[in-house]
């Protein structure tokens, strides 16, 4: 047991990190860009203070992209933030198809660089399910990783929930899936300790695979 308590921590720790590097690339991609604008307004002061004529339609350019990487660098705290705050209870109140969208968006660089697009269909009426928000953000984004790494041809998943009576389920769906690496997902040590914890199982298939979950408290 203490085994899995340490499997499960360094899992949620490695999972924390790779979001925070993600987010952080992203800030510092927004910074180079308004550090690159800041250089092209420095230039601009220079030509005027030469009395050159200056272009306010430019100016205006430099300002506008100036606006928007600000901006981008917001949602990106915004997102970092919300996820820090998940570790604030143990277990809560989770709206699956909410928690699946915010960890979709909060690795969209990450899912963006393996050219893999992702459509999804929402439930009929929320589910939402008593557990540790933190950890199941997590178990969704081994799912998602793991689903990147068996499609195939077309890069395309399909997301959709189901419920079965006190069972409710995310799945995953492919055209085309690599056969030869179905056989070794979610049988990580990381996995397996996630998956015992929020007490949820995997179903297998040619087109993909499907977690599952009672909605017990």
């Known amino acids: 047991m203490a085994e899995n308590e340490n499997i499960l921590a360094l899992a949620g720790l490695k999972f924390f990190g790779k979001m925070s590097v993600s987010a952080t690339h992203e800030i510092k991609n927004t910074l180079a860009i308004i550090k690159e604008s800041a250089g092209l307004l420095e230039d601009l002061s220079i030509m005027a203070q030469k009395g050159q004529s200056l272009s306010t339609q430019h100016i205006n350019t430099i300002s506008q992209r100036v606006a928007r990487q600000v901006k981008r660098s917001d949602m990106v705290l915004r997102k970092l933030n919300r996820f820090s705050h998940s570790v604030d209870q143990s277990k809560e109140i989770v709206d699956l198809e909410k928690t699946f969208g915010f960890v979709l968006n909060l690795a969209s660089r990450l899912v963006e660089m393996q050219g893999v697009s992702f459509k999804v269909t929402s439930p009929v009426a929320p589910l939402r399910i008593n557990t540790s928000l933190f950890y199941m953000e ?22 959709s929930f189901g419920t079965d009576g006190a069972k409710v389920s995310i799945k995953f769906e492919m055209t085309i899936v690599k056969d030869d690496l179905m056989e070794g997902l979610f049988g990580s040590k990381e996995d397996l300790a996630l998956m015992e914890y929020l007490d949820i199982s995997i179903e297998k298939n040619n087109k993909g695979f499907a977690l599952f979950r009672y909605k017990k408290n």
């Open 138 to 159: 997590n178990m969704i984004w081994q799912a998602i990783e793991a689903a990147c790494s068996i499609v195939d041809k077309e890069k395309q998943i399909m997301i």
